[in-house]
């Protein structure tokens, strides 16, 4: 018992340093206010899903040039990051862009708690991805959830490790759209075809 307890303490523990120390990237930032930023970024994300209890907050670390100091930047504040990325997988240099937005994780009454998600489908409703650790195993487990966004809603988990009914919880999400829900239910659109479910509702029931 004592053996599993500090074992999920060190599996803790590495999470929240993983997901403190991001690598710095190139990145312009776009601010709600207009601004816009060019620099190095780095997200400081609690990478433990929607449902971790702890309530920490995520923020974007700028800087620019050669300074050392960063400056905090809240998701409140902030309307897409562009990093691009420059890394090596497998022996082989990899270049990509890719784009973080804010979502909203859990709504109440007092404060709306925010963070940030890689944007996959851009549109009325968008397909956001956030790489989480799951510790329910002592081991720590990486993954990625998938979560969809609609206006100023909650963002909405989509997830092939935990969503155990993909046609009920789809056909009510996207009710608007009646000749979705027919294929849904018809299991055209299954767990797998998630991003063309996305894309099939913005191109044709998305007002």
Known sequence: ????????????????????????????IFFKDGTVLSGKARLTMIDVGLTFPFG??????????????????????????????????????????VVYIPIIKSKNRKKDKLGFAELI?????????????????????????????RNNEEA??????????????????FNDCAVLVSRIEDKKYRRKDLESLVKYYNDNCAK
Request: net charge positive; charged share 30%; with cysteine.
């Open 56 to 97: 920490s907050k995520e923020y974007l670390r700028y800087i620019k040039g050669k300074q050392m100091k960063s400056t905090k930047f809240v998701p409140e504040e902030i309307e897409k990051i562009i990093f691009d990325l420059n890394y090596k997988t497998k022996g082989r240099r990899e270049k990509k862009t």
């Open 156 to 173: 909405i988990l989509f997830n092939y490790v935990e969503l155990k009914s993909f046609k009920k919880r789809a056909s009510e999400y």
């Open 121 to 149: 489908i851009d549109g009325s409703v968008k397909l956001v991805k956030r790489t989480v650790s799951n510790s329910s195993n002592n081991r720590g487990s990486i993954y990625k959830e998938s979560l969809l966004v």
């Open 1 to 28: 018992m004592k053996k599993n307890i500090f074992t999920t303490i060190l599996v803790f523990i590495s999470i929240l340093a993983h997901s403190q120390y991001k690598d710095w990237c190139a990145a312009e």
